[in-house]
């Protein structure tokens, strides 16, 4: 080993034995600092970075590649709940080429690649069958591509064709999804579904899709459309009309001083009502027009008169000259005739009442029939419908208010407690580690000047003194004179001839001159 790296070792291991216990036990902490945050971060740079294998799993596919992956060594992670395994990045294309050489995974919604499997010999109804399950698992497959979607299912029911039109029904389908843990899916989500699934059938309209998720809420019902069952649609629109309405009421007499209540009356029926309408055009030219006249003139030549009973004529008639005419016209004119058929949706609003609540501190001289006739315009109150206002100005109570206004402090004060903690007990922790790091810094420099002092004092002995003090000290007075002595090295330099004096005393009696030296170094260094 070179001299070099001997002496500094040498000069290192000396100085960790002249290091006191205090000295010592903060070198010892830092050192185990020092090793765990090396271990530490070399755990993190050596740990491979996991990427998807598969997604979407069933439990027996993931069992089966689980199994797998132990037989081929290869570590791996699960995520949400099993279904998702972790590899490796290095191994992620190997696996998935062992895991399709051994059909995994083997639980799939089959897609259009139902068709290939399907042989010459198939029959009408398989073929149908089969396009169907194809067409469904495709549907499927591109749900569940959505996001916050982890599973879909789909399922059609497409009438069979017939001449007879008036049996013709429309294909429906329902769709099942399951969601990630905590994801719901909004109304834009549900209704990009029913489209979806609508616009891949023939015929199919997107209300004709129903729509549940995994906890068994109706997203999308047949015949209604994705916007909730007849209780959803009928508080959604309370909730539209009563945040109109009390936003401006805050913008009035402030927030937190009026209530608004709304309650509607929704119609869940749907009609068709066809209406026709003639009406005759002003100067509308005739169409076709026939007139018929017939006249006759005849004299008397026999009885006439009233018929008497049993058709037989009065006696005694008298005759005469007879004249008869007729005429009679028929014109048929242009006649606009309207047709208007329209579908009456579900959902319309039969009647609905609005409640206000003003405070009486805040109302001040606010007046009421003002505040009336916002809130109608701002609901849309139809007086004709039966719908009606009230506002009534009332003393509100303030308990609640003060009651979460104290909560709100509490909290606020509880959260500041916490955070003057924190703030304390990292100054106390910072206070220890900078006054350990100011201890070990006095000690290390106390020891420095130590040496120091050490050797000012043994560069101001004169030649022989330093000697017979080592002598004198260590007890052997009676090697004194068995010494011979030192001679004189050539040349004024006294530092010199003590160091000759230490090296021949350190030559025959090196422990007593060690021994001397520390004892010396005690004595001279001031505490």
Do not use: C
Not at 231 to 245: G, L, M, P
Not at 451 to 477: M, N
């Amino acid at each position: 080993m070179p001299q070099q790296i001997t002496s500094a070792f040498g000069r290192l291991m000396a100085a960790v034995r002249s290091f006191s216990l205090a000295q010592r036990t903060i070198a010892i902490l830092g050192v185990a600092v020092l090793a765990l945050g090396i271990f530490a971060v070399s755990a993190w740079l050596m740990k491979p970075a996991y990427t998807p294998l598969f997604s979407g799993l069933s439990p027996a596919d993931a069992s089966t590649i689980v199994e797998q992956l132990d037989a081929n060594g290869v570590s791996y992670e699960l995520a949400n709940g099993g279904a998702t395994i972790l590899v490796p990045e290095q191994n992620v294309y190997a696996e998935r080429l062992n895991a399709a050489a051994a059909g995994l995974p083997s639980s799939s919604t089959g897609g259009y690649s139902l068709l290939d499997e399907m042989g010459v010999t198939s029959s009408e109804f398989q073929q149908s069958v089969t396009y169907k399950r194809a067409l469904e698992g495709e549907l499927a497959s591109t749900i569940s591509a959505l996001d916050g979607v982890t599973t879909a299912t789909v399922r059609l029911a497409v009438p069979e064709e017939t001449v007879f039109v008036s049996e013709k029904s429309s294909p429906t389908a329902s769709v099942f999804v399951k969601t990630k843990n905590g994801v719901t899916l909004t109304a834009e989500q549900v209704q990009a579904i029913t489209h979806l699934t609508s616009a891949s059938v023939d015929g199919m309209k997107a209300e004709d899709v129903a729509v549940i998720d995994s906890k068994g809420t109706v997203l999308s019902a047949v015949g209604v459309g994705a916007t909730g069952s007849a209780a959803q649609q009928t508080s959604d629109y309370e909730q539209r009309v009563r945040a109109s309405v009390q936003a401006m009421l805050d913008r009035i007499v402030g927030p937190g001083n009026s209530s608004v209540i709304v309650a509607a009356g929704v119609n869940l029926e749907t009609a068709e009502r066809v209406e026709e309408s003639f009406v005759t055009p002003e100067g509308a030219p005739v169409l076709d027009e026939a007139s018929s006249k017939e006249s006759y003139v005849g004299s008397g030549g026999g009885n006439a008169g009233v018929l008497g009973p049993d058709n037989i004529a009065v006696p005694e008639g008298t005759s005469g000259n007879g004249n008869y005419t007729s005429e009679s016209t028929t014109k048929n004119n242009a006649v606009d005739k309207v047709t208007e058929t329209r579908t009456i949706p579900a959902g319309s609003i039969d009647r609905q009442t609005v409640s206000v609540a003003l405070s009486a501190e805040a109302a001040g001289n606010i007046n009421v029939n003002d505040i009336t006739s916002l809130v109608e315009s701002a609901a849309g109150i139809d007086a004709e419908r039966g719908d009606a206002v009230t506002v009534e100005v009332v003393n509100f109570t303030t308990s609640a208010a003060d009651e979460a206004a104290a909560a709100i402090s509490a909290a606020e004060k509880a959260a500041a407690d916490e955070r003057t903690t924190l703030l304390i007990r990292t100054g106390i922790i910072a206070a220890a580690v900078l006054a350990a790091a100011i201890i070990a810094l006095v000690l290390v420099n106390r020891n420095r000047r130590r040496r120091q002092e050490a050797l000012a004092t043994q560069s101001s002995l004169e030649p022989g003194e330093f000697r017979d003090l080592v002598l004198a000290d260590a007890g052997v007075t009676e090697v004194l004179t068995a010494l011979p002595e030192p001679q004189p090295l050539a040349g004024p330099n006294s530092m010199e001839r003590t160091r000759a004096e230490i090296g021949s005393l350190a030559e025959r009696n090196p422990e007593k001159t060690a021994a001397f030296l520390r004892g010396l170094m005690d004595e001279k260094q001031p505490v």
